[in-house]
């Protein structure tokens, strides 16, 4: 089972840092992805950050890159996504999952563990 936490209300420019934790099963040798769904939305489909396995392959989309930074400590089964210059757009829950494999895949479609969603509210 899978855990995000972190989320909460920011200012805009301000910074979060949520973190995926996992019981009950290990995501230390798995894709990690983060994704969000905002108010009155569907979840996005594509991850707005992933992590590979061994931590080597790390893709954002465009709307993140820059601001947000995924990082990985396998040793505590953990996988972190550090959130800077958040803007009242990237208002929304957001939720970590993960895959079978190591390898880094973008589409909620290759993704089998989801984990409860953390708000986050950033106020203009």
């Known amino acids: 089972q899978l855990q995000a936490c972190g989320g909460g209300l920011v200012q805009a420019g301000g910074s979060l840092r949520l973190s995926c934790a996992a019981s009950?099963?290990?995501?230390?040798?798995?894709?990690v992805g983060w994704f969000r769904q905002a108010p009155g939305r569907e979840r996005e489909s594509m991850a707005l950050?992933?992590?590979?396995?061994?931590?080597?392959?790390?893709y954002y989309t465009d709307s993140v890159r820059g601001r947000f930074t995924i990082s990985r400590d396998n040793a505590k089964n953990t996988v972190t996504l550090q959130m800077n210059s958040l803007k009242p757009e990237d208002t929304a829950v957001y939720y970590c999952?993960?895959?079978?494999?190591?390898?880094?895949?973008?589409?909620?479609?290759?993704?089998?563990?989801w984990g409860q969603g953390t708000l986050v509210t950033v106020s203009s």
């Open positions: 009950g099963r290990t995501i230390s040798s798995v894709a």
């Open positions: 999952a993960a895959r079978n494999t190591e390898w880094a895949l973008q589409s909620s479609r290759y993704y089998a563990y």
């Open positions: 950050a992933v992590i590979s396995g061994t931590g080597d392959e790390i």
